[in-house]
């Protein structure tokens, strides 16, 4: 059963830093793309960051280019997501979602098909 | 970046009703997008991906339809379970973008 657990959320200043956890388990964690994807209250689903299996490739929202940082330990099956600079703007529920693909007619489609349980970030002073 | 629409924001629907929403992208994504439904407090779900594959153990009274720019996600028989708001997702570029949400509610 795949399993994913944030953790590492809380309240933070603005300006200040916080770093999110996923704990990954049943399946091959090497082997996904995974990606980060957020909820202000009240609000829709933005996507934050996306990551390869193997960690060499990144991807950001414009949102949170040069402030956060998503990587991956692939021996600990676990994905994170470095956030500085933070702004009451960044207040959400952060997800962690594994990013399935599926090759059709050589073409390559991406979904999210297992999410965690989200992990609440405040930025308030 | 591409931005994704959705129509309508909301809708209020009756048990058995067949319910179509609709999903724009500002320029043409073939066939990368996908459907999720999400619940009050709860995780987004994927329903449906590739436009139009109805991902494992999701109802077959979900089906979606599109490409290029226009989509439509469909419920042909509204259930009392369906209550959720409807985002739509776009993965046609490295940058995934969803849609702002369609909230179906009770008549």
């Known amino acids: 059963e795949v399993q994913l657990l944030e953790s590492g959320g809380g309240l933070v200043q603005p300006g200040g830093s916080l770093r999110l956890s996923c704990a990954a388990s049943g399946f091959t964690f090497s082997s996904y793309a995974m990606s980060w994807v957020r909820q202000a209250p009240g609000k829709g689903l933005e996507w934050v960051s996306a990551?390869?299996?193997?960690?060499?490739?990144?991807y950001y929202a414009d949102s949170v280019k040069g402030r956060f940082t998503i990587s991956r330990d692939n021996s600990k099956n676990t994905l994170y997501l470095q956030m500085n600079s933070l702004r009451a703007e960044d207040t959400a529920v952060y997800y962690c979602?594994?990013?399935?693909?599926?090759?059709?007619?050589?073409?390559?489609?991406?979904?999210?098909?297992?999410w965690g349980q989200g992990t609440l970030v405040t930025v308030s002073s | 970046d591409i931005q994704m629409t959705q129509s309508p924001s909301s809708l209020s629907a009756s048990v058995g009703d067949r319910v179509t929403i609709t999903c724009r992208a500002s320029?043409?994504?073939?066939?990368?997008l996908n459907w999720y439904q999400q619940k009050p407090g709860k995780a987004p779900k994927l329903l449906i991906y590739a436009a139009s594959s109805l991902q494992s153990g999701v109802p077959s009274r979900f089906s979606g339809s599109g490409s290029g720019t226009d989509f439509t996600l469909t419920i042909s028989s509204l259930q009392p379970e369906d209550f959720a708001t409807y985002y739509c997702q776009q993965s046609y570029s490295t940058t995934f973008t969803f849609g702002p949400g369609t909230k179906v509610d009770i008549k």
């Open positions: 979602a594994k990013d399935s693909r599926i090759a059709v007619a050589g073409r390559s489609y991406y979904y999210f098909d297992y």
């Open positions: 320029q043409s994504i073939s066939s990368y």
């Open positions: 990551i390869s299996g193997s960690g060499g490739s990144t």
